[in-house]
């Protein structure tokens, strides 16, 4: 059974640092692309960031880039996001997802069940 | 970016009805369309990827259509499971952006 399974979520301050990570399990970790998704409280999905499996290429959304990075471990079948002077709109529930390419079309098929960021002094 | 708008942003149905929900795209993005269902407090489920493909075990009152700028989500007859917010996301370029969503509640 696939299994995503975040942590490291809570409370910063503003400016402060946090490290989520994802533990996969149940598929080949190695041969997928992953993503992360979060979620700002009542309001829509939005998009994070994106690694392929080897590790090799990297996207951001423009509302994280140069704060956050997106990194995984292939061996330890895990995925990490490292946020940076986090600001009030980064609060959000943040969501790993595996990225399935099938047929050339990117499907998001199987998620966590998320880790919430709650950015507030 | 590639922006989507959804409308109806909220409709409100009764069981057994026929629901259609629009997803517009900024600029052309073939097929590369994906539709979710989520639920308060859950993770999103996938329901149809390439604009039209249903996703294992989805069942088939769910349909997608659509190329290029506009793509549909229909519900041929909706069933009490169904009540929730649903997205579409380009995945044509990145950023792989949402839409802003649909509830559809209970009349």
């Known amino acids: 059974e696939v299994q995503l399974v975040e942590s490291g979520g809570g409370l910063v301050q503003p400016g402060g640092s946090l490290r989520l990570s994802c533990a996969a399990s149940g598929f080949t970790f190695s041969s997928y692309e992953m993503t992360w998704v979060r979620q700002a409280p009542g309001k829509g999905l939005e998009w994070v960031s994106y690694?392929?499996?080897?590790?090799?290429?990297?996207y951001y959304a423009d509302s994280v880039k140069g704060r956050f990075t997106i990194s995984r471990d292939n061996a330890k079948n895990s995925l990490y996001l490292q946020m940076n002077s986090l600001r009030a709109e980064d609060t959000a529930v943040y969501y790993c997802?595996?990225?399935?390419?099938?047929?050339?079309?990117?499907?998001?098929?199987?998620w966590g069940q998320g880790t919430l960021v709650t950015v507030s002094s | 970016d590639i922006q989507l708008t959804q409308s109806p942003s909220f409709l409100s149905a009764s069981v057994g009805d026929r629901v259609t929900i629009t997803c517009r795209a900024s600029?052309?993005?073939?097929?590369?369309l994906v539709w979710f269902q989520q639920k308060p407090g859950k993770a999103p489920k996938l329901l149809i990827y390439?604009?039209?493909t249903l996703q294992s075990g989805v069942p088939s009152r769910f349909s997608g259509s659509g190329s290029g700028t506009e793509f549909t989500l229909t519900i041929s007859s909706l069933q009490p499971e169904d009540f929730a917010t649903y997205y579409c996301q380009q995945v044509n370029s990145y950023a792989f952006t949402f839409g802003p969503g649909t509830k559809v509640d209970i009349k």
């Open positions: 600029q052309g993005i073939s097929s590369y």
């Open positions: 690694i392929s499996s080897s590790g090799r290429t990297i």
């Open positions: 390439a604009a039209s």
């Open positions: 997802t595996r990225d399935q390419i099938l047929t050339g079309y990117d499907l998001f098929d199987y």
